[in-house]
T-cell receptor, first 117, second 109 residues
Framework: GAVVSQHPSWVICKSGTSVKIECRSL??????MFWYRQFPKQSLMLMAT?????????EQGVEKDKFLINHASLTLSTLTVTSAHPEDSSFYIC?????????????FGSGTRLTVV | GQNIDQPTEMTATEGAIVQINCTYQ??????LFWYQQHAGEAPTFLSY??LDGLEEKGRFSSFLSRSKGYSYLLLKELQMKDSASYLC??????????WGAGTKLIIKP
């Protein structure tokens, strides 16, 4: 079935450094990729929506210069957390709508646990 | 505004039945999703309802009432592996998913 492969699964980085998270759609083309952040015991919070070949749409309160999203091809979308701080520590998940119809649902990457020390 | 409400936590016994409720308010409506999420993992798709009524899929069933803005997920013959968070998400007129905070289901032997 359609799968989104997300890497890395977990990463620990120092404050001030940047981290790149990749999501690749396998066996299907993802023209749209949603990027979520989830804090412990909380719901998924949509950060931004990326569309292949165009600029990402960011949700209110999400800094576009801090969370850089690139969707250069139909199978790859990346999220770069720049100048990371401890408060950026969270679970980041990408998701793509499955092709053909809404009822197919959305497939999710396996998530990236980011810890900034 | 747009809003999804579901209970924070529920407890049930192995082998029993549990119903997780969800109410929603969205700008337009293009369907209601249920996802299962184990701790530290990404959500996995369970069901999608866009018409009123009950959809049955094995041990899991999902119900929708559009007029009441209400859905429930019914889990039968509960197994220990069903311990997880269950997320309700409604799709609005822009095909954006509005997520509930999730219901943590605890299964006891």
């Amino acid at each position: 079935g359609a799968v989104v492969s997300q890497h890395p699964s977990w990463v620990i980085c120092k404050s001030g450094t940047s981290v790149k998270i990749e999501c690749r759609s396998l066996d299907f083309q993802a023209t749209t990729m949603f990027w979520y952040r989830q804090f412990p015991k909380q719901s998924l919070m949509l950060m931004a929506t990326s569309n292949e070949g165009s600029k990402a749409t960011y949700e209110q309160g999400v800094e576009k210069d801090k969370f850089l999203i690139n969707h250069a091809s139909l199978t790859l979308s990346t999220l770069t957390v720049t100048s990371a701080h401890p408060e950026d520590s969270s679970f980041y998940i990408c998701s793509a709508p499955l092709p053909r119809q809404v009822s197919s649902g959305y497939t999710f990457g396996s998530g990236t646990r980011l810890t900034v020390v | 505004g747009q809003n999804i409400d579901q209970p924070t936590e529920m407890t049930a016994t192995e082998g029993a039945i549990v119903q997780i409720n969800c109410t929603y308010q969205t700008s337009g409506f293009n369907g209601l999703f249920w996802y299962q999420q184990h701790a530290g993992e990404a959500p996995t798709f369970l069901s999608y309802n866009v018409l009123d009524g009950l959809e049955e899929k094995g041990r899991f069933s999902s119900f929708l009432s559009r007029s009441k803005g209400y859905s429930y997920l019914l889990l039968k013959e509960l197994q220990m592996k069903d311990s997880a968070s269950y997320l309700c998400a409604a799709m609005d007129s822009n095909y954006q998913l509005i997520w509930g905070a999730g219901t943590k289901l605890i299964i006891k032997p």
